[in-house]
């Protein structure tokens, strides 16, 4: 079963147009890496796909509510304690097994800790976590282990494909092994000319 299907799809950051002319699909069980030179517009088009920013052409097909997006805000609220920051997602997302998502991301003995005490690596941790509890199919990820140590990439790793396992997918915008059979996206050749497009309606540049 298709969960996201991209055809012909060009996204701009600032204005400018950065890629054009991609097209993926993405099936239950699949993840997808997309790889390119810093600059090249793997966030953008991670935002794009998520709908956080409008596309310049092309189409993207993808289910209502389907989408769980982690980027480089782990988006924590610093006074709530681990399992609470756990919990008020899972309450957002319609449910979830918050002692589930602290064990895949070994977090349990933080359960109590304030988010705003933690390390960086530490709330990072968290902030994948919610994915878990987030039960939504579709994870779209930008450099998901900045700030984790070996381990915790490993953790990581284990619970990706877990959500794989289950049915789910991923596209990933990483240069780290995750050990996972996942096909591979090169976008240096979607690189798109120097252009003076106009953005997109709703387009807005402090988060391209």
Do not use: C
């Not at 915008?173 to 050749?189: F, Q």
């Amino acid at each position: 079963m298709s969960l996201l299907s991209v055809h012909d799809l060009s996204v701009a950051r600032g204005g400018l147009r950065t890629l054009s002319g991609v097209s993926f699909t993405l099936d239950a069980g699949q993840a997808l890496i997309l790889r390119g030179p810093n600059g090249i517009g793997k966030t953008t088009l991670l935002r794009t796909v998520a709908g956080l920013q409008g596309p310049v052409a092309g189409r993207i097909k993808i289910a209502d509510d389907a989408v769980a997006y982690a980027a480089h805000a782990d988006g924590l609220k610093g006074a709530l304690s681990v399992a609470e920051n756990l919990a008020f997602w899972a309450q957002v997302f319609g449910g979830g097994d918050v002692a589930g998502a602290m064990a895949a991301m070994d977090l349990a003995a933080l359960s109590d800790r304030p988010a705003a005490a933690l390390s960086a690596g530490q709330k990072r941790r968290l902030g994948l976590a919610r994915l878990l509890v987030a039960r939504r199919p579709l994870w779209v990820l930008d450099e998901p282990t900045v700030s984790l140590d070996a381990a915790s990439v490993a953790r990581f790793g284990n619970m990706l494909r877990g959500h794989l396992a289950q049915g789910g997918a991923a596209l990933i915008a990483t240069h780290i092994d995750l050990g996972l059979d996942a096909r591979v996206l090169d976008l240096t050749p979607f690189r798109a000319k120097p252009s003076t497009d106009a953005p997109p309606a709703g387009f807005n540049e402090a988060f391209a």
